[in-house]
T-cell receptor, first 111, second 116 residues
Framework: GQQVMQIPQYQHVQEGEDFTTYCNSS?????IQWYKQRPGGHPVFLIQ?????EVKKQKRLTFQFGEAKKNSSLHITATQTTDVGTYFC???????????FGKGTSLLVTP | DGGITQSPKYLFRKEGQNVTLSCEQN?????MYWYRQDPGQGLRLIYY???????QKGDIAEGYSVSREKKESFPLTVTSAQKNPTAFYLC???????????????FGPGTRLLVL
């Protein structure tokens, strides 16, 4: 399937600092989805990006899809302890029938 | 309440035993999926099903089997052939948008399997 690589694997920030996770692919992606998994929980859908250069915002979260549709980012402004968790990007497999998930970025926010 | 449920939450298995994990959804979704999650590995696809009585292997299907006799149910059997079964197993469902489409996946709470 189309592999998506995520960096960094871990990120530790102080509350109030910003955070960014990146998702990269060597091939053009048809779309990208972002999920959040709280510790001990299950992944929850955040957003889907489809168009080249697309930018979407959800309160303090900003999602971008690159112009070439080979990369995406999730930026959190002024992190809060409620942002703790692992953030995954995901995209279509080559068959189009399932998603390929990145390995995720685990965010730890300390007060 | 609409949603996707998995049972049990925790499951212990002795080596050499088969074990079946339950996944039920009442979202009227056509597609269902099973993932395995290991620390630092993200989610890896085991099997998926687009429609009743049909399913496809994912990236790590060896040692697992599934059935899809009803739209609402997609049980996963971890067989004794799976050499490293200890993991967190997640079931998901989604509407079916056809090939090339990507629909949001809704995840169940997961089952943690521990082999003793």
């Amino acid at each position: 399937g189309q592999q998506v690589m995520q960096i960094p694997q871990y990120q530790h920030v102080q509350e109030g600092e910003d955070f960014t996770t990146y998702c990269n692919s060597s091939t053009t992606l048809s779309n990208i989805q972002w999920y959040k998994q709280r510790p001990g929980g299950h992944p929850v859908f955040l957003i889907q990006l489809v168009k080249s250069g697309e930018v979407k915002k959800q309160k303090r979260l900003t999602f971008q899809f690159g112009e070439a549709k080979k990369n995406s980012s999730l930026h959190i402004t002024a992190t809060q302890t409620t942002d703790v968790g692992t953030y995954f990007c995901a995209s279509n497999s080559n068959s189009g029938y399932a998603l390929n998930f990145g390995k995720g970025t685990s965010l730890l926010v300390t007060p | 309440d609409g949603g996707i449920t998995q049972s049990p939450k925790y499951l212990f298995r002795k080596e050499g035993q088969n074990v079946t994990l339950s996944c039920e959804q009442n979202l009227n979704h056509d597609a269902m999926y099973w993932y395995r999650q290991d620390p630092g590995q993200g989610l890896r696809l085991i099997y998926y099903s687009q429609i009743v009585n049909d399913f496809q292997k994912g990236d790590i299907a060896e040692g697992y089997s599934v059935s899809r006799e009803k739209k609402e149910s997609f049980p996963l059997t971890v067989t004794s052939a799976q050499k490293n079964p200890t993991a967190f197993y997640l079931c998901a469902s989604s509407p079916w948008g056809g090939q090339g489409a990507t629909e949001t996946q809704y995840f169940g709470p997961g089952t943690r399997l521990l082999v003793l």
